[in-house]
């Protein structure tokens, strides 16, 4: 979704707005612009398109000179992706600016007011009905523009961060969130507005998050002023120490951000159990779940709440719950859960999953949850973010930044994280052995080399990815615990590729799907020893007689599906529960190497954000 990017101190803020906005390129986005106060007046140049399409555009059309300023990446909502609905956005007098992201919902009705009051408006967008707003409370009050946004904030029904700042009072940038988020990196007489920390952690590594319906004034030289906006009532930042660095959001001589986390994931599973998955003594130690162990045991069934590739961890997760710690579970679309007005008992627990933390429509379901009593728990890899603060309790993934659109590493750090949970809690309820604890928490332990190993075919997948990659449609299938990674699988191809896949549990396919096979199509079979093996080699079999194009995920040294298959990718051997780990990484490479071979914009598909944070 739309990035934000600001600057107020003693440097020049072109550069820092210019690179800030590259960071955030990850988020999604189809158009881009910055507004700046040269010392005279507030110079802005916005167009369709990618930053290094602004950088060219904005050089010839104006001075990049200035200590203060504004740069946007915008994702359409409302208005068409063009120059003149890009942000920033003037007030009609022109002395107001300001970028947005989130989504005005009782724009229309405000604007109709502002029209009749002579306002004129050049772009579609709710951002210009909100800043000529500020301005009419502004002229009709006779207020300072912090109160003049606060009262129009009022007044706003939707989801927000904004930056805003008036030419005649250049010293200041006002801005505010509600459901999208804003951070505010804290320099030496300086400071440093973003919709996340990658912006400004090589001049910061202090940073205050706004919460929602909280204000900021920022002024230069001077402190922030926090307010919320309701009541004005004054807010103590807590200013947080940044853990990322600089290496963690750049591409380390990979190609593409998407290839470095998939070869990250070794390490970042590690990073996963690091100090919870304690082998010597064969236990499995996590703050959030010990605090709360009550809640868990006395759970009648947990309910996950997720969008997507997180979804599909929790459909992993539905599975190793209710084999190894024998408590129902449901996994629901947050956007289908929000909206549906559930059944939910006092003993029920929650878990919401989220890579960003920031999913609106999972934001939603958590609120709606707890609204109804239930305990809410996050699995979130964004450290402070929204949906790690909102619920009662949680586990980080520990993942490091994921910058790729599509999710890689937060799927497999996601399943890790909720294998531990599933354990621990099997342990405390006696529904597993010992031998088989410990068994798991050895095998647990074995994964990030057997990803390593697994890694170990991406060029022979290459190959693979050079046969199939005109192909207009793709099936995948799994049984069990590898029916979800099928459904992984296919969003991988279809998100990056923009080709037709989908996920189907294997046995499933004869009662439809069957019917799209002929020998134009392929069929990625997960086809591991442990499970179902010999019901998805008949499977296979019956793919095979139709002419199907097979590629078979098998276990090290299969030969059955070898004599079968077209191609064979192999895995390394691992307990049924944890080959979802192994299985999912030949699909994740599958579907980049797709993707490079077609020539798509592989970390920023058309279309995609990396948080969600609109309906
Ligand atoms: O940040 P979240 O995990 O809440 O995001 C949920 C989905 O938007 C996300 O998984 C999306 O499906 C990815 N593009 C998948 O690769």
């Not at 600016?97 to 007011?113: C, F, M, Q, R, T």
């Not at 621990?424 to 597993?432: C, D, M, V």
Request: hydrophobic share 40%.
């Amino acid at each position: 979704m739309c990035g934000i990017v600001g600057y107020i101190g003693h440097r020049e803020a072109y550069p820092i707005i210019l690179k800030g906005l590259k960071r955030l390129e990850y988020r999604g986005y189809d158009s881009a612009g910055i507004a700046l106060y040269d010392g005279n007046d507030i110079k802005l140049s916005k167009t369709k398109g990618k930053v290094a399409d602004l950088e060219e555009r904005l050089e010839k059309e104006i001075s990049t000179k200035g200590s203060l300023g504004i740069g946007h990446t915008r994702w359409a909502t409302h208005g068409v992706p063009n120059d003149v609905n890009s942000h920033p956005h003037f007030s009609n007098s022109g002395n107001l600016v300001i970028i947005h992201n989130g989504i005005i919902e009782n724009y229309d009705s405000l604007k109709k007011e502002l029209l009749k009051r002579g306002y004129i408006f050049n772009s579609d967008t709710d951002t210009e009905v909100l800043i000529n707003l500020i301005e009419d409370v502004m002229k009709q009050d006779g207020i300072k523009l912090g109160k003049a946004v606060q009262v129009a904030l009022n007044q706003v029904v939707g989801a927000y961060a904004i930056a805003v700042f008036d030419k005649n009072k250049p010293n200041e940038i006002v801005v505010a969130r509600l459901g999208s988020p804003l951070a505010i990196g804290i320099g030496d007489d300086e400071f440093f507005i973003a919709s996340d920390a990658s912006p400004f952690i090589e001049y910061t590594k202090n940073a205050i998050y706004l919460e929602d319906e909280e204000m900021a004034i920022i002024r230069r030289d001077k402190e922030v002023n926090i307010r919320k906006i309701k009541d004005d009532s004054l807010v103590d930042p807590y200013m947080q120490e940044l853990q990322i660095n600089l290496e963690q959001i750049e591409k380390g001589g990979y190609d593409h951000f998407m290839l470095k986390e998939i070869f990250e994931q070794p390490r970042a599973i590690l990073d996963t159990f690091r100090g919870r998955l304690l082998i010597d003594k064969a236990i499995i130690k996590m703050a959030g779940i010990e605090d709360n162990m009550k809640k868990f045991l006395n759970a009648d069934r947990i309910i996950i709440v997720a969008c997507g590739t997180s979804w599909h961890a929790g459909l992993v997760a539905e599975y190793i719950f209710e084999d190894l710690a024998r408590i129902p579970v449901e996994v629901e679309y947050a956007s289908e859960f929000r909206y549906r007005n559930p059944v939910i008992k006092e003993n029920d627990v929650v878990i919401a999953i989220s890579q960003s933390g920031e999913t609106a429509d999972t934001l939603a379901a958590i609120k709606l949850a707890k609204s109804k009593g239930a305990f809410v728990f996050g699995v979130c890899n964004v450290v402070g973010s929204s949906i790690a603060r909102e619920t009662d309790a949680g586990a980080y993934t520990h993942a490091g930044p994921e910058i790729g659109v599509a999710s890689t590493k937060a799927f497999t750090t996601q399943i890790t994280v909720l294998t531990l949970i599933a354990l621990r809690l099997a342990r405390a309820k006696g529904t597993i052995s010992s031998s088989d604890y410990r068994h798991h928490l050895i095998e647990l332990e074995l994964i990030p080399e057997k990803v390593e190993k697994a890694l170990k075919s991406d060029a022979y997948v290459k190959t693979i990815a050079a046969i199939y990659k005109d192909v207009k449609n793709f099936l995948y299938l799994g049984r069990g615990y590898n029916f979800p990674v099928a459904l992984e699988g296919a969003l991988k191809l279809k998100e990056i590729s923009y080709i037709h896949a989908e996920g189907y549990p294997a046995a499933e396919m004869k009662h439809g799907p069957i019917a799209l096979i002929d020998e134009n199509m392929p069929i990625v079979v997960i086809a591991t020893k442990k499970g179902h093996y010999e019901k998805v080699v008949s499977n296979i079999q019956e793919i095979k007689s139709r002419k199907g194009k097979i590629i078979g995920i098998v276990t090290e040294g299969d030969y059955s599906v070898r004599e079968l298959a077209d191609h064979v990718i192999e895995v390394p051997d691992t307990l049924e529960s944890l080959s979802p780990l192994l299985t999912t990484i030949p699909l994740q490479l599958l579907s980049y190497h797709i993707a490079v071979m077609l020539e798509k914009n592989v970390d920023q598909p058309r279309n995609l954000a990396k948080s969600v944070t609109v309906e």
